[in-house]
């Protein structure tokens, strides 16, 4: 994945794929008898997402989000859950750092590029650097969630 500028027509695609996701949220709901939780704010935009999973034999065998934003937090999230389902909490680490990369106009490792096909339309936000923190807020959540554990499951 380059840093070179998007194409119109890419624009245009990437667009279409946040306004897709951004009004209709794939997993907005909080998983059942989730092992960890997590919440991320972004004061900036008033972004608020709160990330539920379930991870179980070393998978996250469910991951679903809650929250209030513009589209581009709300896109990411979606986006997020339907990518990481299934996949090992450690690929999701790696997968939120690649991420961060790609929105922030850095070339991302090429061992995630496979996963990152399905997320390239978050890289549109590298043009507009205040909303790379909308796109990057769930996959933070993602991490503190993931850091958090199962004792987060106790908090209030
Ligand atoms: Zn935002």
């Given at each position: 994945m380059t840093a070179e500028p998007l194409s119109d027509d890419l624009r245009t695609l990437y667009q279409e794929i946040i306004l897709d996701h951004g009004k209709?949220?794939?997993?907005f709901r909080v998983v059942q008898h989730h092992t960890c939780k997590a919440q991320g704010n972004n004061p900036m935009c008033g972004d608020r997402v709160t990330v539920t999973a379930k991870v179980d034999g070393g998978a996250i065998a469910d991951i679903a989000f809650e929250g209030k934003g513009c589209a581009i937090s709300i896109a990411s999230a979606s986006m997020m859950t339907e990518a990481l389902k299934g996949q090992p909490p450690e690929t999701a680490r790696k997968l939120a750092d690649a991420v961060k990369d790609i929105c922030t106009g850095k070339a991302a490792s090429p061992e995630m590029e496979p996963h990152l096909e399905k997320l390239a339309?978050?890289?549109?936000?590298r043009q507009f650097p205040v909303r790379v923190k909308c796109a990057t807020l769930p996959w933070q959540a993602l991490l503190s969630c993931l850091d958090n554990g199962p004792s987060a499951t106790t908090e209030k």
């Open positions: 209709h949220p794939r997993n339309a978050l890289s549109g936000v």
